[in-house]
């Protein structure tokens, strides 16, 4: 008998709020599709799992993003988030179906929910991950044993973590770190509604009101293009914000102009800030410490402008000019002027 009786396919929670899908699903489901296609004698699927109120029509959203399954839990209970709610649904869903793995996005409501669940449960979770393989060598006995990385010790190691003794293997990964495939309406795949027994439909904690968050600014995660300001760039942000403007885009920073009081955190990239990934970022007078790496280097074109030629930037850089910050923007303003011409 294999090591995991009837537990197969991986499973990605598709987290939604007033019906409206959040990005990191789809990251998921394309991260998943590839996974599946890197152990095709396992046969495994991929399986969304949508949780909320009035939500069902929203299935064929997902299986258009790649799912080939859909579980629905339509259920007034559900209608705003609810961490007992959420957490009873998902649990019985497992229960029920058995996912081999199960992907969560590590936002807000992703970090609350699954660590509850995995704890039902009794299953391994990786919380905060930034990428996911299948071991190889296992897949021959019938086993798609997950290698879960993600950064540890401050940023400054990854460490890569396994649950070879439960199911399902969870895990969170960070927002933005996998692309997103474009959806193809022409996909058909399966529906199918659960609906939840509960025990308890007591709330132990009541939402009395929900207060928008008001955004200030920008949200740099949308942004298709960015321009870093690092401490080398501290004294000439107007600059660097000239430069973005210029390009349609908009100024991010690193963590020490931010702790030095010249940004916002809520345009910090890095571990402890944003994770980016627009199509052309450029890095002014940043050194390119691993932590604000870890938020942008999946950048498509990476610029780096830094006086010291052996700043660690330049080895993540698709291109690289080397001098001063000061010297450099306003020439790359008035070429970018020029060239729009
Ligand atoms: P510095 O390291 O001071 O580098 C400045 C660079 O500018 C240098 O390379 C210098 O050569 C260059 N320079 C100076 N003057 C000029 C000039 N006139 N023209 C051109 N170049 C010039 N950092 C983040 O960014 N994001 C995070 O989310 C983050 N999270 C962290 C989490 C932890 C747990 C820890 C321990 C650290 C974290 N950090 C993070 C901090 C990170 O380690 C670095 O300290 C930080 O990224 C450095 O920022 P910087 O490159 O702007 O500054």
New binding site residues.
Partial sequence: MAKFEGYKDIYVFVEQKNGEIANVGYELISEARKLVASIPSLGFQVVGVLLGHNITDKANEVIAHGADKVIVVDDALLEGYSTQFYADALTQVILTYKPDSFLTGATVLGRDLAPRVAARLNAGLTADATKIEIDQTKVEDGEALLLVTRPTF???LFGTIICPNTRPQMATIRPNVFSMDAPDAGRSGEVITFTPEWTDTDPKVVVKKVIEKVVEGVDITKADILVG?????EDCLDMVKAVAEELGGEMC?????VDDGFADKSI??????KTVRPSLYIA?????????V??MEKSDMIIA????PQ???FSIANMGFV????E?LPLLKEEIIAAKK
């Fill in positions: 401050g940023g400054n300001a690092g401490r080398g760039a920073a690193s963590r020490a102009v910090q990239v890095g571990q402890t800030g002014c007078g940043i050194s390119g410490a691993c932590q604000h870890a938020g402008i830094n006086r010291d700043a660690e930037i001098g001063d910050v000061k450099i």
